[in-house]
């Protein structure tokens, strides 16, 4: 685990407060009776300027001749702050803080100020250590919010900040742009390969020493493989190698998927999904687009597109290979990642 501080505790505690650790109701996703009344406000404001998605995003929905898929949202106010010690995040801010600022984005000396201009929030801090402090502020202020990857640092992290959402009943969620990667919809949602029997997926495994292997990077292709496959995974285990990472995971129903982190080599994005009528490559990235469309969509309704349980489950499913590398490849379950997560919860 890493290290706590006095606020983070008070946080967490907050956030757990007579609340359990299991997958129940109360993590499934907001409903259209979730109070969401902001109808016809459009400006959007981003927290966190360290990664390319913000520059994406911004030259997407600010372009003069923004389609109208985009609904006329813009965003028109970023406070910039990334990590604070993650040096490949903090040289990024100055870079895309110029961006933004020729696209038309104010900038601002605090999240406070920020949520005071905007209707909508992109947190974009790409350490996720930050997240959960980040994101209670936006809770507190009602503001939909989408949580770029990874959602947090730690599964004790995630599960405190849907508990605190759903406490200042404030639509979010999280995902990857690989979720909406259009080969990987089209494989399941066009019947194209019929009921999915396993899949293998695949993405590069960059390592941040200050987070879990996988969150940093891996969890493009693990979120490759759940949107495949679907939740049910059970057990885990990894072999790590200097080539690669593979993560093995054994479903309820006795189904097999793969994660194949990428250390060296091509460093690319897809994998393979085996279904009773075909067997079909997904991948590769095309872009911020698909997902950026779905922001677009969640923001208009207020229902989030993913499925709590589902993010939830890919925590896991990290935090249970880091395990299983800890303990040369033995098997790792899922419920013990919970279990686990229930005991550290401060």
Not at 28 to 47: N, V
Not at 154 to 166: G, K, M, N, P, R
Not at 324 to 345: C, D, H, L, Q
Request: glycine residues 8%; aromatic residues 8%; proline residues 6%.
């Amino acid at each position: 685990m890493f290290p706590s501080s006095p606020r983070r505790n008070f946080i967490k505690k907050a956030a757990f407060a007579g609340l359990g650790i299991a997958l129940t109701d109360s993590l499934l996703p907001f409903s259209a009776k979730a109070s969401f009344q902001l109808e016809g406000k459009k400006r959007i404001g981003i927290i966190g300027l360290d990664t390319s998605h913000c520059v994406a995003f911004t030259k997407a929905l600010n372009a003069s001749d923004a389609g109208p898929e985009y609904g006329g949202f813009k965003i028109v106010a970023a406070y910039p702050k990334g990590s604070l010690d993650i040096q490949s995040s903090v040289e990024r801010v100055p870079g895309y803080t110029a961006d933004v600022i020729k696209l038309g984005v104010e900038i601002v000396d605090s999240i406070a100020t920020l949520l005071e201009k905007v209707d909508f929030v992109l947190l974009e801090t790409n350490d996720g250590r930050l997240h959960l402090e980040q994101a209670l502020q936006v809770f507190k202020a009602k503001k939909p919010m989408f949580i770029d990857k990874p959602i947090a640092a730690s599964l004790v992290d995630t599960i405190a900040i849907f508990e605190a959402a759903d406490k200042y009943k404030s639509p979010v969620f999280s995902t990857s742009s690989l979720r909406y990667a259009p080969t990987v919809q089209d494989a399941i949602l066009g019947n194209k390969v019929g009921k999915v029997l396993g899949a293998d997926a695949y993405s590069p495994l960059k390592i941040e020493p200050t987070h879990p292997d996988l969150f940093w990077y891996g969890i493009h292709g693990v979120e490759i493989l759940f949107t495949l496959m679907g939740r049910g995974c059970k057990q885990v285990t990894r072999v790590s190698a200097p080539e690669n990472d593979v993560v093995t995971g054994v479903w309820d129903d006795n189904r097999i998927g793969t994660f194949r982190g990428l250390h060296n080599g091509k460093q690319d994005y897809g994998g393979t999904v085996f279904g009773e009528k075909s067997n079909t490559p997904v991948g590769p990235h095309v872009g911020y687009n698909p997902l950026l469309l779905k922001v677009v969509e969640f923001f208009q309704t207020g229902v989030p597109p993913v499925n709590k349980k589902d993010t939830l489950e890919i925590v896991a499913f990290m935090e249970a290979a880091d395990e299983s590398k800890k303990n040369n490849g033995a098997p790792v379950t899922i419920a013990s990642m919970f279990e686990r997560a229930k005991m550290n919860k401060k």
